[in-house]
């Protein structure tokens, strides 16, 4: 009974607890979120993909760890030897799954995943970019309907800061900002960087200086300012030609995804029509 009991708390620190640390620390999380809850959450959940995985793989026929596995494991209750190439695969699995898990959720918040040349230049081909756009006009119209049934403020779990910033990085904008602290001390700039582990601080550039930069620690700040979005129409509003009208009209849709992406609809409220008459303005250009 004590060795049994022994076994499984070892199993569970093992194949549970141990790997659900590692995808959170990999993961980028604070230390305040690297919770119990959100250790064995995560660590259930990559245990249950490497098993899904060799059951896959049983079933095929093309791997017997598994089955070796749970032998090891009945041997190990009993007292008897265990096959150590069936456990380290198991743990080899388990580990390499969490840190993917992980990783994965790094540069899904990041933003650090980008599509390869071929693929910008294939998107830059005509054919291809009104096939985009006429997708993107189906998907703006999906997203409106969406807006109409969820009127009012968005409700959701999570970081909304590092939410807005992780739509800068993935819009590939660089977020303008004002920063205003409880002493009346203000600090703006065009932000390089936006570190969310640990202290919340960024490091702002000075716009009439490029080469001054500082280091701003959030902590204590009362009001944020994200000024891309009144900049863009009064840098861009003169634009003519067809050059001009398309770097206008890409950070527009910037602007709009940053926003629709803090309330449903808040972009295309503010940006849809004039996106659209910009797109008219350009089929007219050629």
């Known amino acids: 009974m004590e060795a049994g009991l022994t076994l499984s708390v070892l199993l569970f620190l093992l194949l549970v607890y141990l790997p659900g640390s590692l995808a959170t620390a990999v ?35 093309k791997s017997d760890v598994l089955e070796r596995f ?12 265990v096959d150590l190439r069936a456990v380290g695969g198991v743990f080899a699995l388990t580990y390499f799954a969490s840190s993917a898990v992980g990783l994965a959720e ?27 756009r006429f997708c993107e006009r189906q998907r703006e119209r999906l997203l409106s309907l969406i807006a109409e049934r969820q009127q009012g403020a968005r409700v959701r779990p999570g970081d909304q800061f590092l939410g807005i910033f992780v739509r800068f990085r993935r819009a590939g904008k660089r977020p303008l900002v004002k920063i205003t602290f409880a002493d009346g001390t203000q600090y703006s700039g065009e932000c390089l960087s936006y570190s969310w582990n640990g202290k919340e601080s960024v490091f702002l550039r000075n716009l009439d200086d490029p080469r001054k930069v500082s280091h701003v620690v959030l902590e204590g700040a009362r009001t944020v300012e994200f000024l891309n979005f009144a900049e863009i129409e009064s840098a861009r509003a003169g634009a003519r030609t067809k050059e001009e009208l398309e770097e206008y009209l890409s950070d527009l849709r910037k602007n709009r ?15 849809g029509d004039l996106i659209q008459k910009i797109e008219k303005k350009l089929e007219e250009l050629g």
């Open 70 to 81: 749970v032998s090891s494991l009945a041997a190990a209750a009993s007292g008897k030897p």
């Open 257 to 271: 995804y940053i926003l629709n992406g803090i309330s449903y609809g808040y972009g295309d409220e503010l940006y």
């Open 106 to 132: 790094l540069f899904f918040l990041s933003g650090l995943v980008a599509p390869p040349g071929w693929m910008r230049r294939c998107f830059a081909w005509r054919p291809v970019r009104r096939t985009v």
């Open 27 to 61: 993961a980028g999380r604070k230390r305040e979120e690297r919770t119990v809850a959100a250790t064995v959450f995560y660590g259930t959940l990559v245990l249950v993909l490497s098993l899904s995985l060799l059951y896959a793989l049983a079933l095929a026929k």
